[in-house]
């Protein structure tokens, strides 16, 4: 079992940045591979970002690419996104989601574990 727990979303400008955080407890974190997703209001949920166990893959949306950052620190069980030059349109509830050894895929049934997730709100 893996328990997972987002933070760091907020209200911020187009244009400004925001370091989300997911923590994780339950499972060596060298063990699993996370991912984020978010999903905004009337949509479905969708990828953003993943980082594979070992740390060494990492796969983006072409919608981030560029702007956010994945990364993945084992020592204290915490996966961090860091997101920049955000857009009206990334605004969303952010998900973190973990597979155990895990390849590192986009699609949300290949994640066992999920968070509560944690609001992100870019203004225009």
């Known amino acids: 079992q893996v328990q997972l727990v987002e933070s760091g979303g907020g209200l911020v400008q187009a244009g400004g940045s925001l370091t989300l955080a997911c923590g994780a407890s339950?499972?060596?974190?060298?063990?699993?591979?996370v991912a984020w997703f978010r999903q905004a209001p009337g949509k479905e949920r969708e990828f953003v970002a993943t980082?594979?166990?070992?740390?060494?893959?990492?796969d983006y949306s072409d919608s981030v690419k560029g702007r956010f950052t994945i990364s993945k620190d084992n020592v204290k069980n915490m996966v961090y996104l860091q997101m920049n030059s955000l857009k009206p349109d990334d605004t969303a509830v952010y998900f973190c989601a973990a597979d155990p050894y895990g390849p590192g895929r986009r699609g949300v049934g290949s994640y066992d574990y999920w968070g509560q997730g944690t609001q992100v709100t870019v203004s225009s």
């Open positions: 980082i594979r166990w070992s740390g060494i893959y990492k």
């Open positions: 339950g499972r060596a974190a060298e063990t699993y591979t």
